[in-house]
């Protein structure tokens, strides 16, 4: 029986460790498929080697949080989506958790939504831990994985810019905020010279409230008015004000988005410099 049970006791050591190799071997191709580091050809081979679909929609999430790795995030992230062998949870650095998901044919942009609020309240719990998620859009093909990793990515870094208030942003919702993200600092400071000249425009509190309203109410005078609790002959003397200020009359649809994109532009500079000091 001694016997027997030190057969059963290494035939169980012996699937663990093909399990765990298996698990091993799917994490290092999913890395390398993150990263961009495989061939075509290899995608494939080695795709059909460890059983992994090929032609099925898949989104990729990025999760950040602002806690050290202790080891725990991972599994956390990966107890959700535990007994799936079919998504994929992996790190391929010291910040970020990645979610390679796999998508049933039915599933929208709202659920995607959902998944990614699934992933935010495990660390909503915790106090003293930030998370930030973001995710690609949704690709057909295994090869197309990356596209949506870094897309996810890039999200991330944006949405921190433009939509400080969200926890979780999508890609596909960036709008104009991916294009500038995209612009180098020097045409930046071109661009908003050309447009203020040596004007300053530090603009105070009142005013930048009464500009967001006014954009989020498409330029609607008495809708704004009304919301900001002010008179409407009040918001015209504000944007009359701004007007001779700035040289943008923001009742004008070409001056507001000249306004608005400059305003996003200022954003982006101020949040590089952060970075570099």
Do not use: W
Not at 142 to 153: C, D, F, G, P
Not at 172 to 189: D, E, F, T
Request: contains cysteine; negative net charge.
């Amino acid at each position: 029986d001694v016997f027997m049970l030190g057969k059963l006791a290494a035939f169980q050591i012996q699937n663990l460790l093909v399990a765990y190799k298996e698990r091993f071997d799917k994490d290092n191709f999913i890395k390398n498929l993150l990263l961009d580091n495989l061939l075509l050809v290899d995608i494939y081979n080695r795709a059909k080697k460890l059983h992994i679909e090929t032609e099925v929609r898949r989104v990729v999430y990025v999760v950040e949080t602002n806690r050290e790795k202790d080891g725990n995030e991972l599994e956390k992230v990966r107890s959700i989506f535990g007994g799936k062998s079919k998504d994929f949870v992996t790190a391929v650095d010291e910040k970020n958790i990645i979610v390679v998901k796999e998508l049933a044919e039915n599933e929208t942009y709202e659920d995607l939504e959902k998944t990614a609020e699934v992933i935010l309240n495990l660390f909503k719990a915790d106090e003293d831990c930030e998370a930030y998620i973001a995710y690609g859009t949704v690709v057909n093909e295994i090869k197309e994985v990356s596209r949506s990793y870094k897309e996810a990515r890039m999200a991330l870094d944006v949405g921190k810019i433009f939509f400080e208030e969200k926890n979780i942003i999508a890609y596909s919702a960036l709008g104009i905020g991916r294009l500038i993200y995209q612009l180098p600092i020097p045409l930046c400071k071109m661009f908003i010279k050309e447009i203020f000249g040596e004007r300053n425009i530090d603009l105070d509190d009142e005013t930048m409230v009464t500009i967001q309203k006014f954009f989020e109410n498409s330029l609607n005078i008495s809708e704004t008015s009304r919301q900001l609790y002010i008179h409407r002959n009040t918001l015209v003397y504000r944007l009359d004000k701004l007007q001779k200020s700035t040289g943008l009359d923001l009742r004008v649809f070409e001056d507001a988005i000249t306004f608005k994109i400059a305003l996003m532009v200022v954003k982006y500079m101020k949040y590089m410099e952060t970075l570099d000091y």
